[in-house]
């Protein structure tokens, strides 16, 4: 019995510590080009990533839930000279959804806004948001955008434009 259960343990411990599968061929690509294209806000790029039947879903614009309108707001952020996204953390993942083998990409993403002419600041209006690329081959077919979040905490739970020292320690 006990010799089973090492041999579980081992079998087990060797699962944990393989690494994870590379992702699929088309993945890379798309994520390069979508990233390249956020960047040089390359609305030509981008749109000729998305799906024809690309499905969009955004808290602070609920109005966008095609491609189309999702192109024109896009587009509209690209053309003003202090919009920007800058991408921190890229993610992939595949998984089983509802039968169906979804690939996607989370990209944790800094966004300055353009203050909407209210503020001199370039910095004024600067958020966290995370996307959710879903792809389907070399197309994305949906992106679903988290509400944008203001404050950066630590690690620890601290904010981090203050100093620790500041701040209430629970």
Not at 5 to 22: N, T, V, Y
Not at 44 to 50: D, E, F, R, S, V
Request: proline residues 9%; contains cysteine; negative net charge.
């Amino acid at each position: 019995m006990k010799r089973l259960a090492l041999a579980f343990l081992a079998m087990g411990s060797a699962a944990i510590a393989a690494p994870p599968p590379p992702p699929l061929p088309n993945v890379a690509p798309v994520a390069q080009r979508y990233l390249r294209a956020l960047k040089d806000r390359d609305i030509k790029t981008y749109g000729g990533l998305l799906a024809d039947d690309f499905v969009g879903a955004d808290p602070e614009q609920p109005q966008l839930p095609d491609r189309s309108a999702w192109l024109d707001e896009t587009s509209r952020e690209f053309q003003h000279p202090r919009y920007s996204v800058t991408p921190e953390r890229v993610f992939y993942g595949s998984h089983d959804v509802n039968g169906r083998f979804t690939q996607q990409l989370v990209i944790v993403e800094r966004v300055v806004n353009f203050s909407f002419g209210l503020v001199g600041s370039p910095d004024c209006c600067s958020w966290h948001r995370v996307e959710t690329l879903t792809l389907e081959g070399e197309k994305i077919a949906k992106i679903e955008r988290s509400a944008l979040y203001d404050t950066e905490l630590s690690q620890t739970g601290f904010r981090t434009d203050i100093p620790e020292s500041d701040q209430p320690h629970y």
